[in-house]
């Protein structure tokens, strides 16, 4: 027998199997954010967000290691409000993403997922021109550095928050043996239970009444117009450890092949345009980067990678901002984190 290409997602294992009153209730509501769709690939399928004028600068979003794109929906709305128009996307093996298999998790699959979001528009943000703004988050930092780097003349502008990369160690738990050498685990169960030690999720969460004896067909993603709806972190870390099948696996994998740090070739490439050291071609070209950190973080330190960063960058190329908070800051400092990007990108956020 042919081994499985992928572990599907709760779209198809959770979702069917339970009521609406109850998906509407999750952490992670399948209808979470405006413009839903499910993206079938080669990889497997995963879940896209897309909303906005049509006619707005665009803005695609990447998420980082353990928090789906979820974290990103306050500021993404007041991008939205000031007239742009935003796309996010689920990683694989996070969130309604499948977890490919047979692949490793690294920066190659991560940016070709970046792709593949981007050709599943029906507006074009690659052709013709088109020029995008990209803000990653963590593990998202050097995904869209590795972007950027092969597709200089797409990107115009990026913002940063809590980048990995340039790590001078990994976070607690990250090189343990299990993680870096999965082998090693005695039983799948035992490697599970070292993932959600380091996610710092409980054993399990609420508890769904699930139903396999009654599956429905899947229901359409159709989200709200606009997010007002708040979500709470650490319940979605815990809903995806409980519900996506896969996440276990592509978190393990992630730590193991991704780019968390020792990626000075992935920054350097991007600082060097930033700096207008190559790349004239490029909207990037003698710009600013800029980049927010959390005061509290102790997975990416502030002051230790702004230090790093400026080894590559000249300081007038580069505007960084601390906010409170530990790794998880960009979720509560939303508002703080949209006014810093509008009033760096020289737009004035509409009051609705």
């Avoid at 067909?217 to 815990?238: T, W, Y």
């Avoid at 979720?331 to 760096?344: A, E, F, G, R, V």
């Amino acid at each position: 027998m042919a081994s499985p290409s992928m572990i599907p997602s709760p779209r198809t294992t959770l979702i069917p199997f339970i009521s609406n009153e109850e998906a509407a209730a999750m952490a992670y509501p399948p209808n979470a954010l405006p413009g839903a769709r499910d993206v079938e690939t080669f990889y497997g399928t995963m879940r896209v967000y897309e909303w906005g004028p049509a006619d707005g600068d665009k803005v695609l979003f990447v998420h980082g290691d353990a928090t789906p794109s979820l974290v990103f929906s306050k500021i993404a709305q007041g991008l939205v409000d000031a007239g742009y128009r935003v796309m996010l996307f689920d990683l694989w093996g996070r969130g309604y993403s499948d977890t490919p298999l047979g692949c490793r998790h690294d920066v190659r699959l991560f940016a070709s997922q970046m792709l593949l979001a981007l050709t599943s528009s029906p507006l074009s943000w690659c052709g013709n021109g088109s020029k995008f703004s990209i803000v990653g988050f963590s593990l998202g930092g050097p995904i869209s550095l590795a972007f950027t780097g092969a597709f200089p003349t797409l990107v115009k502008s990026m913002v940063l928050l809590g980048p990995a990369g340039l790590l001078r160690n990994l976070p607690e738990g990250y090189d343990d043996p299990f993680m870096l050498q999965p082998d090693l685990a005695p039983t799948p169960e035992a490697l599970r239970e070292k993932v959600r030690e380091v996610l710092g999720v409980a054993p399990s969460g609420p508890a769904l009444n699930i139903r396999r004896d009654q599956k429905q067909s899947i229901p359409s993603v159709k989200g709200p117009s606009r997010v007002e709806q708040s979500f709470d972190m650490a319940g979605v870390l815990q809903w995806q450890f409980d519900h996506n099948e896969g996440h276990a696996h592509a978190f393990q994998d992630t730590v193991r092949y991704g780019p968390l740090w020792k990626r000075e070739d992935l920054w350097t490439k991007v600082c060097d345009i930033i700096a207008g050291r190559s790349r004239p071609e490029s909207a990037l070209h003698n710009s600013k980067l800029l980049v927010f950190f959390g005061q509290d973080d102790g997975v990416v330190i502030g002051n230790e990678t702004a230090e790093d960063i400026l080894k590559l960058l000249p300081a007038a190329h580069l505007q960084v901002e601390f906010l409170p908070g530990g790794h998880g800051f960009p979720y509560p400092n939303s508002d703080k984190i949209t006014q810093t990007i509008l009033s760096t990108w020289g737009t004035k956020l509409s009051v609705l």
